[in-house]
């Protein structure tokens, strides 16, 4: 069953992984929770809707830090729009 985007959460996650992405820094769940001042589990949902409708793609990160293993960035086809 394909994710349906734009729920309450999915525009300013996507918004947020724009900003943080522009500002050349990391798009992490932990950071896009900040930035757009929601909890993280709801980023992640977020994060897996839009993934699945093609709005982000999602790579694992080199860290330590087990709740920062994401990096989010806007897919090919929206940084192209922008």
Known sequence: M????WGWRDAPVLEAVLRLTRAGGDATPEAIAYESILHVEDVHFAIEALAADGYVQVAPADSADIH??????????LRRRH
Do not use: C, G, K
Request: charged share 0%; aromatic share 0%.
């Open 2 to 5: 394909a994710a349906t985007s």
């Open 68 to 77: 920062s293993t994401l990096i989010v960035t806007p897919s090919l086809a």
